[in-house]
């Protein structure tokens, strides 16, 4: 097929959109670790999980054999308000980079949360419904998924509450207003409305939070709240799981068209959106049906996979939450303070982690101001503004473009756009003015994080 | 067809865009009139606005008799980037309401500058590329306009100068950064930087500036500086042209699923919008194919089709443009402070007002209470987040089917969506926080405005 066939923009119809999620675990031979009780060091169980998530989600973690997962016609029912996103071929940027390179990518931000997360947001929010719970908790950082789960609570009449990171709380007053449009409230992490809250405060006055901090608070709030439950955003299985319509999605429209990436690559923080982006691509690979190239991209300021240790760990910084096994650089690592935009969690979902450490998955760091110069680039030729997150596959999708152009490469590359950068102009406006900086922690700053590894037979230091 | 068939999202096919604009005065029998010289008071030539606009402009500003004006492949590739818009079927606001009518909105806000004002602002960019000349001047209000314009001139590699109405500029530092983004020059108005601007100053020191001031600062730099031509987003002829692409892509996938709109509602400042969306389905009418009530929704706080007079008056504050013949609230009228959003220019698009003295159109104003009501409303059960300057377009959709639920009547009401409200959550604080108020102007305050519309032979005061 040639290029003048193939369009700007492919939507799939409503009729072509996934009807199951795929869940890469199934075709894992060696599978992800289990969650360990933080007490105990024993695996967690369907009854260990329950007081935390909904009976369904726990299923959902749990289950590393099933390939294929319904999703529920009332979820079916709200994707399609916004979804199938447009698979978009960038013919502009090629064009502004003489390159070679066909590139693709899958543009996840024309939603009003703008970005990815609401996939699994309305996802968790049916199920916490379902069951018959009144709330769901959680903790926002950037805020994107924070105002997903609102959008999705208030499609489902269910009460929201939002531990938002407190320097995000305070330098991104809108966000908040968007998430109290959809009905949540939104409180600025660590407060004093938990007792863990209270002690990150005692002990650290003048912290402006972690998003770390605000898992512990909302982890505690759910659980000594009749008829609510916690819900995440990314780095579990679940998320991954439901996040798996954007590769689904994005398959299927490259197959209708003939179309095969060389180089499939997203950004990383907890690992929601690339994950569900390569997932049905990895299930090929892992199957010997397929081979592909997969890059993770993540900052340089919170550098897990490059820079991490594969180990159990925290998920929160109160330490309340179960051990994951992961690549992280120790649940008190906080970003540098110059640090933009999300990507700023400390550790990576067990599945990519593990998929990482196989050899499967290829992962790279970049510096916020290239990444930045990225996003600018991508903006003038293609029209969305990106966020800063998104903005990490869009430098590194640039990057091996350019190397076409030099090798003389045809390679197809895709990349999640996972979102828009409407919040972020503060961020921009630094850049703009010359005022933002690169920060690269120092192995004496990460090895400070490395200690607090939880030290336990077998566990990696 | 029944209501399963019809998805929820209407797409396009890039073949089934359109590739003519419509002309709608092609199809009036009494035409609107004609752009009076200020000084002479006879009607403007294309010779007597070469020096304003572009030459492809001026012919497209003056063509009333040529229905269809086929869209340069350039415009046509850059619209695929960001169109086909989707008509989406209201299936959850309908559920909400509990109403039998049908309502569908056409949704202009799935791009950068979130909303339907880039359509015009490619056109324009790409005909003063063709023409050679090195840049374009502007004004803008809420922002929507200024950076549409920035992205388009971006794509083309022209210069671009946005003169930004001040209180605008200082409330909303984010809209400016988009712009800087796509690298135009914005300037606060009025300024120093223009003859205009500087007099303006001198008489109203403390001004915070109005879009009739910034109109006639971009006209000044423009007509003053080789190689550059203004432009404006709304209320010319032209504009309504670029944009009827709205209401062609509309009518194309509403005959493609055998929908009829009984009722087409939209916005209306200068009219960019309504112009656009309405354009088609009033061709039919004037052509006696069809019937439909179309209803133009304007803000209590400026309302030029349901206060003001049909006069020939002055576009802009500093008198230096020509005199149309519209709705007018006077070219001094600036809304009250209180008054959030766009929708806040004095006049309305010769068109239109046409149209609406005609008796073809019919006209409401709305309170901005009410509307924020409406926006909340529309986002929580629809997902979108809208702009208040579209969510009058929702208040009236809404109260139309409300009237519906009591008649049982199952009408088909068509709105449109024109943007999304990303930059506007000052105002939505406003809301949430009880803050909001309602001002309607007086019948004395308006006639101050009037005072200032010229007199002359045949100009009703």
Same mark, same amino acid.
């Given at each position: 097929m040639t290029n003048r066939e193939i369009p700007y923009k492919i939507y799939l119809e409503e009729k072509e959109m996934p009807e199951k999620w795929y869940n890469v675990r199934a075709d894992m031979k060696k599978k992800p670790s289990p969650l360990l009780h933080p007490g105990t060091l024993k695996p967690m169980g369907y009854e260990d999980l329950r007081p935390v998530f909904c009976d369904e989600l726990v299923r959902q973690e749990l289950d590393d054999v099933t390939p294929y997962i319904e999703i =529920? @016609? #009332?979820i079916r029912d709200f994707y399609k308000m916004y979804r199938p996103s447009p698979l978009v071929r960038a013919y502009c940027l090629e064009k502004k980079l003489d390159t070679p390179a066909k590139i693709y990518y899958k543009f996840e931000g024309n939603n009003t949360s703008g970005s990815h997360k609401l996939n699994s947001a309305i996802a968790q929010a049916y199920y916490a419904k379902k069951q018959g719970?009144? !709330?769901v908790t959680t903790e926002t950082g950037a805020g994107q998924w924070g105002t997903a789960l609102s959008m999705a609570c208030s499609y489902f009449e269910l009460d929201c509450k939002v531990y938002m990171v407190k320097v995000s709380y305070e330098q991104k007053p809108f966000r908040r207003e968007v998430m109290r449009t959809y009905g949540a409230s939104v409180t600025p992490s660590p407060s004093e409305t938990t007792e863990v809250g209270r002690k990150i405060l005692a002990e650290h006055p003048g912290t402006t939070g972690s998003l770390?901090?605000?898992? %512990? #608070?909302? +982890?505690? +709030? /759910? *659980?000594h709240s009749e008829g609510y439950r916690y819900v995440l955003g990314s780095v579990l299985n679940q998320v991954l799981l439901h996040q798996s319509v954007i590769g689904l999605e994005t398959k299927t429209a490259m197959d209708k068209y003939g179309i095969r990436p060389d180089i499939i690559i997203g950004c990383a923080g907890g690992g929601s959106n690339l994950g569900g982006l390569i997932s049905p691509f990895? !299930? #090929? @690979?892992? $199957? !010997? #049906? /397929?081979q592909y190239r997969f890059i993770a991209v993540e900052p340089? %300021?919170? =550098? %897990?996979? *490059? $820079? !991490?240790k594969y180990a159990y760990d925290f998920c929160d910084t109160g330490m309340v939450c179960p051990l994951a096994k992961m690549y992280t650089l120790g649940s008190g690592f906080? =970003? %540098?303070?110059n640090h933009a935009g999300g990507l700023r969690y400390h550790g990576m979902s067990s599945v990519l982690s593990e998929l990482y450490d196989q050899g499967l998955m290829e992962a790279r760091s970049v510096e916020q101001t290239e990444v930045f110069e990225a996003a600018e680039q991508f903006a003038r030729v293609e029209g969305i503004l990106p966020a800063p997150e998104s903005s990490h596959a869009i430098r590194a999708a640039i990057d091996e473009a350019l190397k076409c152009r030099e090798s003389g490469e045809e390679k197809t590359i895709l990349f999640g756009l996972t979102g828009t950068g409407y919040f972020d102009m503060a961020a921009y406006e630094k850049f703009h003015n010359g005022e933002m900086t690169d920060y690269i922690p120092t192995d004496g700053e990460l090895s400070a994080g490395f200690d607090g590894i939880p030290k336990f037979a077998g566990n990696p230091q």
């Open positions: =529920p @016609q #009332e719970l009144k !709330g770390g901090c605000a898992i %512990s #608070e909302a +982890v505690e +709030v /759910a *659980t990895m !299930g #090929e @690979q892992l $199957r !010997g #049906e /397929a340089a %300021s919170c =550098p %897990s996979l *490059t $820079r !991490g906080i =970003p %540098s303070a």
